[in-house]
């Protein structure tokens, strides 16, 4: 329930401090500068801070009073007798209402404890509680007020009338802190503005100094880029460079050569296949024993016809005429004219093959002694790396600037936070 505490008693307190703050600005503005801000802001928290401080201080004392006084009136009311006539039913309804209105004070009075600090947080922290815990107390025993004082009136009255005196004690304790909510709000958000833009232009001389380190990085990388690329083209054009390219593709030539002889070598045997199949089944579920050397070159055939040594085929011819690979009259013909074209041109293919051999290896050998190929490929693989790391710095150098302008508009927005809480606080300062 509402209070109808009367506030005249303080009326000229009020008119002051709304004065104090919010009267006419005779004086013109005054322009500080950002870096004075902090010590202009600790200079009026500790002049306003100061002056509520020093009205709770003493206050504090009155609010001990006036619990004193509520504890006397309440020992007054609960020892009371009734003086006059009154029906017994009555007395008995008034002493039970009088001892709920004890109980419910006493109870009040166990949950006010005045402290001893006097900053804003523990004032209004106190007058919090201590109003919450009237309003409960008022609330639960004025129903038994109105029954008390039928018997015990002035008693009873009295502990009102405390009460009451104690409620405008605690509006009168938090006046100059409700006044001034505004200006103490604006104080705690202004120092922690300036404290947030402390804590950011750390952070903008890293974000600045990294991208300086960062840029200086690129110029060096840039700069070894272009020698490696030179030494690359300088590589490219010497003498050893160009005779290992002319070795390189005179090994591609023979060894394309080589390979055009192993595939005709192949297409030689390749007609026979089916019939080295079926030999190849027989040999391997025992049907048709092969000797080791022939089981050897059967496999040669399939999977390495070059390795395949020619004389095989006279061997093979003698077991396609035994019939052991029962095929037809026409097909045994046929295979058998394969045979001996086998037997005709097999030897002069492989010997033109194997003779391209030893000029491979020469060459291989020959490019085996060329250093370049592996400065080339150090070279390459340098610059390629350079690349990357150019690449992996240019995007760490744009990151780093789209923080700073980040970290840079956050100092902008406290700042322009600031230039609307700072006229709260006083409306003749203005930040240059």
């Not at 109980?103 to 919450?132: C, M, W």
Request: charged content about 30%; hydrophobic content about 35%.
């Amino acid at each position: 329930m509402s209070f109808s505490w009367n506030l005249n008693e303080y009326k000229d307190f009020k008119l002051n401090w709304i004065n104090r703050f919010f009267g006419k600005k005779e004086e013109s503005s005054t322009e500080v500068e950002f870096d004075d801000l902090p010590g202009w802001l600790l200079s009026e928290s500790k002049k306003i801070y100061g002056e509520i401080s020093g009205h709770a201080y003493s206050i504090y004392p009155d609010i001990k009073d006036a619990v004193e006084e509520i504890k006397e009136s309440t020992t007054l009311l609960e020892e009371a007798k009734p003086e006059g006539r009154f029906h017994i039913s009555l007395v008995k309804i008034a002493t039970s209402n009088r001892n709920n209105m004890v109980k419910q004070i006493r109870i009040l009075l166990d949950n006010i404890t005045i402290p001893q600090a006097t900053d804003v947080r523990s004032i209004a922290a106190f007058h919090e509680g201590a109003v919450q815990n009237l309003a409960i107390c008022l609330e639960n025993m004025m129903k038994s007020y109105q029954y008390a004082q039928l018997v015990f009136f002035e008693e009873s009255k009295q502990v009102i009338a405390d009460v009451n005196a104690l409620g405008r004690l605690l509006n009168q304790l938090i006046e100059p802190v409700k006044i001034q909510k505004n200006v103490l709000d604006a104080l705690e958000n202004a120092t922690s503005a300036i404290q947030d833009v402390k804590n950011i232009i750390p952070d903008i001389g890293i974000s600045e100094e990294a991208m300086k380190k960062n840029e200086e990085k690129i110029v060096l990388l840039k700069k070894e880029i272009e020698e490696k690329k030179k030494a690359l083209i300088l590589l490219r054009d010497s003498e050893s460079w160009k005779q290992y390219v002319n070795y390189k593709d005179e090994l591609i030539l023979l060894e394309n050569n080589a390979k055009e002889k192993e595939s005709g070598i192949t297409s030689i045997i390749s007609p026979l296949n089916k019939a080295l199949l079926r030999l190849k089944q027989l040999s391997d579920s025992g049907r048709y024993i092969l000797k080791p050397q022939d089981k050897e070159c059967l496999n040669l055939c399939l999977s390495d016809p070059k390795a395949v040594n020619a004389e095989f085929f006279v061997e093979f011819q003698k077991i396609v005429e035994s019939g052991i690979l029962n095929l037809t009259s026409e097909k045994k013909d046929k295979i058998l004219g394969q045979i001996n074209f086998v037997k005709s041109s097999l030897e002069s293919s492989k010997a033109e093959y194997q003779g391209l051999m030893p000029e491979i290896e020469r060459k291989k050998y020959e490019i085996s002694k060329f250093n370049v190929p592996y400065e080339e490929k150090g070279l390459t693989e340098r610059i390629s790396d350079l690349q990357e790391k150019l690449t992996t710095t240019e995007k760490d150098i744009e990151m780093s600037k789209k923080h700073l302008a980040h970290l840079k508009q956050s100092i902008e927005s406290k700042k322009q936070e600031l230039q609307q809480m700072i006229p709260v606080i006083d409306g003749r300062i203005r930040i240059s």
